[in-house]
Antibody
Framework: QVQLVESGGGVVQPGRSLRLSCAASGFDFSTFGMHWVRQAPGKGLEWVAVVSYVGFDKYYAESVKGRFTISRDNSKNTLYLQIDSLRAEDTAVYYC?????????????????WGQGTLVTVSS | QSALTQPASVSGSPGQSITISCTGTSSDVGAYNYVSWYQQHPGKVPKLIIYDVTYRPSGVSNRFSGSKSGNTASLTISGLQAEDEADYYCSSFTRSRTLVFGGGTRLTVL
């Protein structure tokens, strides 16, 4: 069965960096676009970034462009999100999500699998 | 990229039907048939209930249906049940090859 397991969250001081990971299993990871979505406490969903199936194409929400870097290692079936210069407004649960069918650079047909999320808290 | 516009809340009685709208622009909802809907119960992970505007994933009740007209997509839930009480989010692929979510709608079953 498909599993997505995030890790790397925690309490971090403003201005520091953090790298989140998402270990995937149960499907051909190298075929699908992979996304990060976040949800601040008590707030709605916010799409963060997508990386295409081979990792060449990357797209970001305007709110995180320049500070967040999405990447993947298909040999390890793992998705990453590097977050630099953390701000209080980055406090959220970060989910990784698999695109239903798209490879990540020309469409997005919904996220059929989500991880359980990892909480990032930015606080001094 | 501005969030898609959804009503903050809707409500209905068991057995009734409700519709949640999701309004975007010609650069997102109006540009492609890549609109999805998600259901999220408190403390739970979002669940895909509609993809590509009108399609239901396997296992999703046929009480859920989706449609689109111009820059506005809609989710209709018929025969409301208590278990439908949740937050609902729309999302759309955009011309910038990014994704955008709606602000979410809290559904209350009276």
């Amino acid at each position: 069965q498909v599993q997505l397991v995030e890790s790397g969250g925690g309490v971090v001081q403003p201005g520091r960096s953090l790298r989140l990971s998402c270990a995937a299993s149960g499907f051909d990871f190298s075929t699908f676009g992979m996304h990060w979505v976040r949800q601040a406490p008590g707030k709605g969903l916010e799409w963060v970034a997508v990386v295409s199936y081979v990792g060449f194409d990357k797209y970001y929400a305007e709110s995180v462009k320049g500070r967040f870097t999405i990447s993947r290692d298909n040999s390890k079936n793992t998705l990453y999100l590097q977050i630099d210069s953390l701000r209080a407004e980055d406090t959220a649960v970060y989910y990784c999500a698999k695109d239903r069918v798209c490879s990540g650079n020309s469409c997005s047909s919904g996220f059929d699998y989500w991880g359980q999320g990892t909480l990032v808290t930015v606080s001094s | 990229q501005s969030a898609l516009t959804q009503p903050a809340s809707v409500s209905g009685s068991p057995g009734q039907s409700i519709t949640i709208s999701c309004t975007g622009t010609s650069s997102d909802v109006g540009a492609y048939n890549y609109v999805s809907w998600y259901q999220q119960h408190p403390g739970k992970v979002p669940k895909l209930i509609i993809y590509d505007v009108t399609y239901r994933p396997s296992g999703v009740s046929n009480r859920f249906s989706g449609s689109k007209s111009g820059n506005t997509a809609s989710l209709t839930i018929s025969g409301l049940q208590a278990e439908d009480e949740a937050d609902y989010y729309c999302s759309s692929f955009t011309r910038s090859r990014t994704l955008v979510f709606g602000g979410g709608t809290r559904l209350t079953v009276l």
